[in-house]
């Protein structure tokens, strides 16, 4: 079920590169709003526009033209200092390959966007250490990196992500370092943040990981394909979501 207001709102994006004397018209006039609550995938084949549209989404890039606006704000045509507080304030990463800090441990790396904040330490460490509680990392805040399974390390970036308390959290092929029993893990802890009241939004080529999100936009060529609600199971008192 969509709840709340619009958090993102897009109008006619397009998106043109120069490859040599080559134009590419990588996003094709698309048009889309989520909104709070969601959990939303974003897939397609290669070529097909979403990971301009993933860029453009986390404020790393400016659409030719069209409007983008997150949290009734048109940031579409912000300069790039403009940008970075907007990514900093307002949208969690996860990323495939987790970046985490190699020489910092569990606490420091989920600490890092509240340095950036400007949070003082005390405060920093108190929220980074709920957060990490929160992913069931508790028994390793201290540990580096290289002491984490895969799927450890994906939870310390989740609770990085979720430590600035942003407006949307944009996760790229979040399973895709990860074993399938591991990912399932992975992809059962977004459902329980989706239940807690976050915004997600996931770019996959995966049907396994697009089948746990409520709604799918299919990207084709810059365009998009289909825009469906994902049919859940049928539980009591609930009735299942329809495609539309």
Request: charged residues 25%; negative net charge.
């Amino acid at each position: 079920m969509m709840q709340g207001q619009n958090i993102i709102s897009i109008r006619d994006l397009k998106k043109e590169y120069l490859m040599g004397n080559q134009k590419v018209h990588a996003l094709q006039g698309v048009d889309f709003d989520i909104r709070k609550n969601e959990y939303v995938s974003i897939m397609g084949p290669s070529g097909s526009g979403k990971s301009t549209i993933m860029n453009i989404i986390g404020c790393l890039d400016t659409p030719s033209s069209g409007s983008y606006h997150l949290n009734g704000h048109d940031v579409s045509q912000l300069r790039d200092n403009d940008l970075a507080d907007v990514r900093n304030r307002e949208i969690g990463f996860i990323f495939q390959t987790f970046n985490l800090l190699p020489r910092s441990d569990c606490l420091a790396n989920v600490e890092l966007p509240l340095i950036y904040a400007g949070i003082r330490s005390a405060a920093r460490k108190a929220r980074a250490l709920e957060v990490l509680e929160k992913v069931g990392l508790t028994d390793r805040v201290d540990h580096k990196p290289s002491e984490l399974s895969g799927g450890q390390r994906q939870r310390v970036a989740i609770a990085r992500a979720l430590v600035n308390n942003p407006s949307i959290l944009l996760a790229d092929e979040p399973t895709g370092n990860l074993d399938s029993k591991t990912g399932e893990e992975i992809m059962q802890l977004f459902e329980e943040l989706h239940n807690a009241g976050h915004t997600i939004i996931v770019v996959t080529h995966e049907q396994e990981v697009a089948k746990h999100s409520r709604r799918i936009i299919q990207l084709l060529d810059g365009k998009i394909e289909f825009d469906k609600q994902v049919e859940r199971p049928v539980l009591s008192g609930q009735g299942a979501l329809d495609e539309h």
